[in-house]
């Protein structure tokens, strides 16, 4: 009868497929942010900078939708997911104290969490 020789450290798996979920958000923001910056560009480019032209892109209107605010706010949102990701993935790759490492995480968060608010409370007080 042949013995069962263990080879390496057993692992236990668990929370498959997160990374695919975090793989698909990541591309998904990507994209939202690039449709964004390219729609800014166009704004910036063919329209005077002044106040008034500033305000005019964050409030316009469609069909009584507030659509200059709605997309702006997507936009952040989509960047504020997108940070996030990316800077746990450094926290998890290179930070190595757990404890440490939680800090970081939640540091992270509350920073999120305030740039967010502090940007929605600027861009729907317009």
Known sequence: MA???QIGRKRLVVGAHYGSFDFLVQRMTAIILAVY???FLICALFTSINYESWKGFFTFTCFGLPLGQISATLA???LAWHAWIGVRDIWMDYV??????V???VLTVLWL???VL???NIVWSL
């Open 118 to 120: 502090f940007f929605a």
């Open 103 to 105: 800090g970081l995480h």
């Open 96 to 101: 190595k104290p757990a404890g440490l490492r």
């Open 3 to 5: 013995t069962h020789e």
């Open 113 to 115: 969490i305030g740039s």
């Open 37 to 39: 910056s390219v729609l």
């Open 76 to 78: 952040f949102f989509s």
